[in-house]
Each structure stands twice: as C-alpha cells, then as structure tokens.
C-alpha cells in the first residue's frame, strides 16, 4: 500500500496517510462524513487520560459504543472481548439451569446433580459454540472490511511492517497534545483487533439475559423419572415450543443489526477508515449470517 500521500495534521503537525479520518497522533479530526452527525456513529475527541475499568467498558458498550471504543482503541490489550465470551458462556450455563427448572425430578434427591451437569454441559458447550462462531462472524467483518475500506492494509500500515511510514512515525517532532488528545500510534500495542471486535458482541450480554428470563416462564413444566425410560413424548413438550421462534429471532435481529453496527464502529476506530463504508459492508455481513443461520432455522418456520 502506498504510503507517499501524507496528510499533516492542523493541531500537532504530524504527518498522516492522506485517507485517515482522525490524525492517530492527537486525534484531531481530519474529515468527517454526514453519518458521523448521528450521536452513535460521532467521534470522540474528548481527551483520554486513563483506561475505563473493564465493568464500564461494558456498560459503556451498551450506553455509548462510540466512547466505549473510543478507549478500548487506546489501549486494546485491555479489551474486554474474551471476556465478553466467557460472560456470555456463563449465561449459557444458566440457561441449561433455567431448563432444568421446568423438569420435575422423580426422585427429588436428583435434581442437584443433573442441574449442575446441565450448568457445566451448557457452560462448555457455549463456550465452544460461542468462540467458534465469534471468530468466524468476525472474520467475515473482515473480508467485509477489506473490500470496503483496505482493513487489513491499514492495520498493516499502523501496526506491521511499512518501514517507512514507521520512521517517519518514529523521527516526528511529537506533539504534547498526543498525551492528552487520544492519539493511539504513540502506543507501542499490537492491534490486538479480535480482541477489541470480540467486544461487539456484548449486545448478546442482554439478549442472553432475556432468554433466561423467556425460559423460566414461558416454557411447560414436565415430569422426569429418571429411575425409568425417558420417552421422548415428555421432552418434546419443550422443543416443540413456540417459544424457540421468539428466541430465535431476538439472535436473528441482534446479529443483523446491533452487532454490525458496534462491529463498524471497532472497525473504523482501529482501521482510522470511514463509518459509512464499513457498515454497509457491515450489515450485508450481519444480514447474510443472520438469514443463513436463524432465519432459516426450523424452529422459526415451524417445521
């Protein structure tokens, strides 16, 4: 990627590719597109002095993504994305124990035991699941990314091997508005991008949270002896609930449009690229996942 078009900053006279948006020195802005009016697509040009704790990076995730990634970008080995994971995992577990809230155990004396096999079953296998699918819908941004805005070039720029623009970085008369303005080239980093595009799936934090709840009282109660043949006649009272569809499209619509648009914004913070361009490619990602894989799911169509 030719790195010869510099852009030199109007606050601190660093140098910058002619194609960044803000001035990765002090976080001066550089252009601005008419998307960016929208209070949840801004850019943060407050200053930054210390990293958020993890728990408000979090909250600010749901409250204000712009400044949530705002300072997750600034120091992106703090991220919270694996453990936005594990939470998730977590709350997978407390699924399976909201299931087995609805079986009656005969006898009672078992119902501890297979509550807490079902905790440890759906926590590992959320896990798995969800770490699987993660790295995947986020590899997919990507390649979106990449077709939109160069993503990976750009970080490849900012954080890899162009030497030039590395010295150049290197060998400039650095500003002290860098300390106090939200510049994030001055850290020695790596990207760390799963890391900090992970955290774009803490919208499923909620979502999961409200299955639960759906679970524990929108589901029938059965009866299980478990000294006897477990019919199956007993457990499809559950999986041929209604209920999966409503569950089912709360992770359909939380895929299409709420992860793609925090997805975006990560994206363009890391990558210093266009809000617009990236959620474009964005929800055509989420929308394309979120038909393939939930809307066409049986338990939608009622099949």
Not at 218 to 237: C, E, K, M, W
Request: with cysteine; glycine share 6%; aromatic share 16%.
């Amino acid at each position: 990627m030719s790195t010869t078009a510099l852009l030199r900053c109007p606050r601190c006279g660093n140098e910058n590719p002619a194609d960044s948006f803000v001035c990765s020195f002090c976080g001066n802005r550089l252009k601005m597109e008419a998307i960016e009016n929208f209070f949840l697509f801004r850019r943060i040009e407050d200053p930054w002095i210390t990293p958020l704790k993890w728990y408000m990076k979090i909250y600010y995730l749901f409250r204000d993504p712009a400044r949530a990634f705002n300072d997750i970008n600034h120091k992106r080995s703090a991220a919270p994305g694996y453990l936005i994971l594990l939470l998730n995992s977590f709350l997978w577990g407390l699924m399976g124990l909201a299931f087995i809230s609805h079986f009656i155990f005969q006898p009672e004396s078992t119902r501890f035991i297979f509550a807490f096999t079902f905790f440890l079953v759906f926590f590992m296998f959320g896990l798995i699941i969800n770490f699987i699918f993660y790295t995947i819908l986020t590899w997919l941004f990507i390649k979106g990314a990449n077709y939109s805005v160069g993503f990976s070039e750009r970080l490849e720029l900012r954080f890899g091997g162009d030497k030039e623009i590395k010295e150049i970085h290197k060998n400039a008369e650095m500003s002290p508005f860098s300390i106090y303005k939200g510049g994030t080239l001055l850290q020695t980093q790596e990207a760390n991008k799963y890391k900090m595009l992970f955290c774009s799936f803490a919208p499923l934090l909620l979502i999961n949270t409200l299955k639960i709840m759906i679970i524990l009282v929108a589901f029938p109660t059965v009866n299980i002896y478990t000294q006897g043949d477990l019919s199956p006649i007993v457990l499809n009272r559950i999986f041929q609930s209604r209920i999966w569809a409503v569950l089912d499209v709360m992770d359909a619509l939380t895929i299409a449009i709420w992860v793609p648009i925090l997805m975006t914004l990560a994206i363009r913070d890391l990558s210093n690229s266009s809000t617009f361009r990236v959620l474009i490619s964005s929800l055509i990602i989420g929308g394309f996942v979120a038909v393939i894989i939930f809307f066409l799911r049986p338990t939608l169509l009622g099949i």
